[in-house]
């Protein structure tokens, strides 16, 4: 089973999420960098539980 991470988005089109950590990118990139590593965490697990 393959990984993948689906974000919200408005009627309007928007993305608050992705909105959220493009800011957060710029921002606080040691916090993005947390963000990117638990996804990355979350993946690693999903990987462990396939059968």
Request: hydrophobic content about 40%; aromatic content about 8%; overall charge negative.
């Amino acid at each position: 089973m393959d990984f993948s991470v689906e974000l919200y988005e408005t009627i309007a089109g928007v993305c608050p999420v992705q909105d959220f950590l493009d800011e957060l990118k710029v921002s606080d990139p040691d916090d993005f960098a947390a963000v990117v590593a638990g996804l990355a965490k979350l993946r690693q697990r999903q990987e462990r539980t396939k059968p």
